[in-house]
């Protein structure tokens, strides 16, 4: 009994571990472009493609938060654009913003992949005898922390230079989590402007 209570042990707290060491956000893909000579950029708008008007606004907002923690000024499409009602901006519309708010570089993230799958959490003490098995697993069962929702986001975010709009940075994400979606957003975005700092392509205004 008390070594399969050990195995047992070992086991979630194997489990444990691999659920934290694999939560985060990563970058899985990322191109700079080595041949642009602009200066790094200050001054962004950002714009996020989605379907949904509250992630959109929160997406952008958020960014344009981290964006400002460093120094860079930013504006989301939200505040630089009329919004038309199916969302979707005209070049005419970009470059109108651009020109108003005087922004050298436009950022697009938009959404390529995401999957939400149930985890099952299975633990519980060893109990001899099919009956003890069965009372014990589902009396886990009822436990409201046995089952969760994971959460696999993937986005790609591009940055552009205003005046010759040509791709400056390039960058997927990957995010594993169970947290909120508010929370994936907070890290992607903190990923990409690590990397953008990593290299030098956007600086205090």
């Known amino acids: 009994m008390k070594q399969s209570s050990a195995k047992w042990v070992v086991y979630l707290f194997s489990f444990v571990f691999l659920i934290i060491s694999c939560a985060g956000t990563e970058l899985t893909h990322k191109e700079v472009n080595e041949t642009y000579k602009g200066k790094p950029v200050s001054n962004i708008l950002v714009i996020a493609i989605t379907g949904n008007e509250d992630s959109r606004r929160s997406f952008e907002r958020k960014f344009i938060a981290q964006l400002k923690?460093?120094?860079?000024?930013?504006?989301?499409s939200e505040d630089a654009i009329p919004?038309?009602?199916?969302?979707?901006?005209?070049?005419?519309?970009?470059?109108?913003a651009v020109n108003q708010f005087k922004n050298d570089a436009v950022i697009i993230t938009h959404l390529?992949?995401?999957?939400?799958?149930?985890?099952i959490t299975r633990g519980g003490q060893a109990y001899t005898g099919y009956y003890g098995f069965y009372y014990n697993r589902f009396s886990y069962s009822r436990d409201p922390s046995y089952s969760s929702t994971s959460k696999t986001v993937r986005l790609e975010t591009n940055l552009y230079d205003v005046k010759t709009?040509?791709?400056?940075?390039s960058g997927q994400s990957k995010t594993w989590s169970k947290d909120s979606k508010y929370q994936i957003i907070n890290d992607v975005i903190k990923v990409v402007i690590d990397d953008l700092q990593?290299?030098?392509?956007?600086?205090p205004k």
């Open 69 to 76: 923690s460093v120094g860079v000024e930013a504006i989301s």
């Open 83 to 96: 919004m038309p009602p199916d969302l979707k901006l005209t070049k005419k519309m970009i470059l109108n």
């Open 112 to 119: 390529i992949d995401k999957e939400e799958k149930e985890v």
């Open 165 to 169: 709009e040509q791709l400056i940075w």
């Open 198 to 203: 990593k290299n030098k392509l956007i600086s």
